[in-house]
């Protein structure tokens, strides 16, 4: 069986290990448009901010283990066309030929790249996105030579980045055009924490600007003009969203969201027969949702494995994501897991809401710190839809999350909730968990 897989990065890497794990004598090939193959984006911002100096511990396994395993890896190989009724796709190497190759069963896997904002001047030196290995390299060789820098965007990467940069001293403005930090991953009273978070940390938050202009001198970006003002920067970090690497598929016949995502199922099948998509080029099942398009690194990496499983004729199926991700600002830590609630007004959903403050354990242990939990559950039901905790960085709350999302994958109700037995023990919890307390609160 000639398995064909379009990008070596979480999803289709994984994807590949599996196939030959079920089907031994699997022919594999891997067309990957960048000499980078199992790269983990995730952890740029914090080898941007110092906290460690191997680049290569993101990388999960290099292309020389991937090789010995009997994988072909063609690195530089742009894929540029998909011809689902010859089974052929067609690609672009190093040397600019154009080559075409055949599959019995083609996993997409292609990622997503940076949104590119049409902002005047974009294309100037130290502008950088967060993305690539080689975006870490750039940013870091160009630190020391570097006082202030706008980031823009106040999603994930565009807080991560200004939490990195001040922490390697420098004077950070974050400009976003949303009206809060995080506006779709987290409701606003979680959003106000951390933008309290990045304001005493010394970050310049500009929320509901628009940047309009980079203005470059000899060559290098020196200011940056927004609708509302004027800031220096002798760097820029764009971090304005992701969009699915899909152009090339335009003519396919495959069906994409309105993001631009290959629309599949749970065993990543797409319309197309004997075509597979997984990762950021692909929506996801969603057990509250149904189907969303969440870029994330885990759904990433479980998508492969399962739809490796697949293709090699396994009856794997994913079970649904819930969107879950937390997030560090300085010394704050947050995470959400299901659905917020302006997802809940988005479907249509009879829901309630429970917001509490408590402690995050014993008064009498060090470190006793501030949490905050909010629940968002169905009103008719009581079923849990989903939640979001925040609290001191390391002081459990982004775990709890963790414990949030097994509640919400078993559909168990705010009583239930309220009477979990979670550990109790001074250092860790006071008698009565914040997520007890949460839930007897809905009652």
């Known amino acids: 069986m000639n398995y064909l897989i379009l990008g ?6 994984s994807a590949a290990v599996r196939i030959l794990k079920f089907d031994k004598t699997a022919n594999i090939t891997v067309l990957e448009k960048s000499d980078v193959v ?15 100096k191997d680049i290569e511990q993101m990388t999960a396994r290099s292309l020389a283990e991937f090789t010995k395993i009997g ?13 689902a009724a010859s089974k052929t796709v067609s690609a672009v190497n190093a040397e600019q ?25 974009l294309k100037t030196q130290n502008v950088f996105t967060m993305h690539s290995k080689r975006d870490a390299q750039l940013i870091v060789d160009q630190l020391e030579q570097v006082q202030n820098v706008v980031v823009i965007g106040n999603g994930f990467i565009g807080i991560e980045a200004s939490e990195a940069l001040r922490e390697q001293g420098k004077n950070v403005t974050l400009i976003g055009l949303s009206g809060r930090v995080l506006e779709t991953i987290f409701d606003a009273e979680i959003s106000a924490i951390l933008e309290e978070s990045l304001q005493r940390h010394g970050v310049n938050l500009r929320n509901s600007e628009m940047v309009t202009e980079l203005v470059s001198e000899q060559g290098r970006v020196h200011h940056v003009v927004s609708n509302l003002g004027q800031y220096p920067a002798d760097m820029v970090i764009v971090a304005a969203g992701f969009k699915p690497n899909t152009d090339f598929l335009a003519s396919s016949g495959l069906t994409l969201s309105e993001q631009g995502a290959i629309v599949i199922d749970a065993q990543c099948q797409t319309n197309l027969p004997d075509v597979y998509a997984a990762g950021d080029c692909a929506t996801v099942p969603h057990r509250i949702s149904g189907t969303a398009y969440i870029p994330l690194a885990t759904t990433a990496n479980k998508l492969g494995r399962i739809v490796g499983e697949v293709m090699a004729g396994q009856p794997s199926q994913f079970v649904g994501t819930l969107g879950s991700s937390g ?13 917020t609630e302006l997802e ?14 408590d402690k995050n354990h014993t008064d009498y242990v060090a470190a006793q710190s501030e ?25 459990g709350a982004v775990h709890r999350v963790d414990a949030l999302a097994v509640a919400v994958y078993s559909g168990i109700t705010v009583e239930e909730l309220g009477f979990m037995d979670f550990i109790y023990a001074p250092p860790f919890a006071r008698t009565w968990n914040v997520l007890n307390i949460a839930g007897n609160v809905a009652k």
């Open 97 to 121: 030929q154009t080559q075409t190759f055949t599959y019995d069963k083609l996993l997409i896997a292609v990622g997503a790249s940076p949104v590119q904002p049409p902002i005047q001047g």
């Open 327 to 339: 997030i560090r600002v300085f010394d704050i830590e947050a995470g959400r897991t299901g659905i």
């Open 71 to 83: 994988i072909d890896v063609r690195c530089f190989h742009t894929v540029t066309g998909l011809d």
């Open 371 to 395: 949490m905050w939990v909010k629940l968002i559950y169905e009103r008719s039901t009581r079923r849990l839809l989903g939640g979001q905790v925040c609290g001191a960085y390391l002081g």
């Open 344 to 357: 809940a007004q988005q479907q249509n959903i009879d829901y309630g809401t429970v917001w509490i403050k």
């Open 8 to 13: 070596a990065n979480a999803a289709g890497m």
């Open 38 to 52: 199992s790269f983990g984006a995730c952890g740029i911002p914090y080898y941007v901010g110092g906290e460690f």
